[in-house]
């Protein structure tokens, strides 16, 4: 098992926060960051291969990661024009480091209690983190379903869909088709998009089951609204 933790982006929507860091080191409380709780929950659960991707302020996740989390086998992809790209750029280029493995993928915003990520980790199928308690969100991510299988992914879609959060268990036979497409994606210069725009083309090919977590935390801190509103849920799932 293998997990992937997307870290390359901006964070714009943080402000200044973000000035001299990456999105997922805005402290939450304690000193505690996502990726703080993140590679503590993944190395809890006894997995120690990880891949990171980084855009912005590289160095500083680095030696961040390898100070207070020296034990943990991480390697770090770079994406040197995360600026002009989005993520699906960023898991193209650790292409080879993921082709051997069931993995489990995450954004690198994201909280969620460690029941959740014990749950998906132990799914039998592929599988992504849906919410059926939550309202449908108008910017965010939404999974349009198709009985137990989840057909598309994406921010545009309503109907038969159920509010979602990017946490997946992928087992490799699916995860390969979806990373092939990712590939052709990037390689025919589509590289501005999600990867989910590259899931939504082979769907019918996989099988990808949704996850409810009923209302347990699971959601990105993606900007200060998201933060401050987080922070006291955040703050009990970290300290727990």
């Not at 997990?3 to 939450?28: F, H």
């Not at 590679?39 to 659960?45: F, G, H, N, P, Q």
Request: include cysteine; aromatic fraction near 10%.
């Amino acid at each position: 098992m293998k997990v992937l933790i997307l870290n390359s982006g901006l964070g714009k929507r943080m402000g200044t926060l973000t000035a001299d860091r990456p999105k997922c080191m805005v402290e939450i409380t304690n000193g505690f960051s996502t990726i703080d709780f993140q590679m503590k929950t993944i190395l809890k659960a006894g997995i120690n291969d990880i891949v990171i991707t980084t855009g912005p302020f590289a160095a500083v996740l680095q030696n961040h990661i390898g100070r207070k989390f020296p034990q943990a086998e991480v390697t770090y992809i770079n994406n040197p024009i995360y600026e002009k790209t989005n993520y699906i750029y960023s898991i193209a280029l650790a292409e080879e480091f993921l082709h051997h493995d069931d993995i489990i993928m995450m954004h690198g915003d994201l909280i969620f209690e460690e029941s959740v990520f014990a749950d998906i980790l132990q799914s039998a199928v592929s599988a992504m983190v849906v919410d059926k308690t939550l309202p449908l969100p108008e910017k965010d991510f939404k999974a349009v379903i198709d009985a137990d299988r989840i057909t598309k992914v994406g921010i545009e879609f309503f109907d038969n869909a159920l509010a979602a959060q990017p946490l997946y268990k992928l087992l490799k036979k699916d995860w390969i088709i979806w990373l092939d497409r990712i590939l052709k994606f990037c390689d025919e210069g589509s590289r501005g998009v999600y990867a989910e725009n590259a899931f939504n083309e082979v769907s019918a090919k996989m099988d990808l089951r949704w996850f409810d977590v009923n209302g347990r935390v699971c959601g990105e801190i993606d900007t200060e609204d998201d933060l401050n509103r987080m922070r006291p849920i955040a703050e009990k799932v970290i300290l727990k």
